[in-house]
């Protein structure tokens, strides 16, 4: 069983950056695709971005698009989300999953999940 453990949330203004990471332990990931998700205050969790396993297939949600980047490191074990332009709706709790299945342009959760990183955005 893979442990995943994110990291880089916290506060910043209308505008703003952040960059989150995944990391695992307990078994190499190399293989495996990677998400990430967020839950907002009141809603359901969502999709946010999707990377295949060696990097070169990424997908996101539309309200993401242009200004996240998904990215990963296999050496490292770890996956990542660039966050540019962050806006007061992208406040949320950022889980990221592994070992999940892509089809038809949508992604399909796996097992393994974070507990999650907070962001907030303040206008």
């Known amino acids: 069983q893979v442990q995943l453990v994110e990291s880089g949330g916290g506060s910043v203004q209308s505008g703003g950056s952040l960059r989150l990471s995944c990391a695992a332990s307990?078994?190499?990931?190399?293989?495996?695709?990677m998400a990430w998700f967020r839950q907002g205050p009141g809603k359901a969790r969502e999709f946010v971005a999707y990377?295949?396993?060696?990097?070169?297939?990424?997908d996101y949600a539309i309200s993401v698009k242009g200004r996240f980047t998904i990215s990963r490191d296999n050496v490292k074990n770890t996956g990542y989300l660039q966050m540019n332009s962050l806006k007061p709706e992208d406040t949320a709790v950022y889980y990221c999953?592994?070992?999940?299945?892509?089809?038809?342009?949508?992604?399909?959760?796996?097992?393994?999940w974070g507990q999650g990183t907070q962001v907030t955005v303040s206008s």
């Open positions: 999953n592994v070992g999940g299945r892509y089809s038809d342009s949508r992604y399909f959760p796996g097992a393994s």
């Open positions: 990377i295949n396993w060696s990097g070169g297939i990424t």
């Open positions: 307990g078994r190499s990931i190399n293989s495996y695709a």
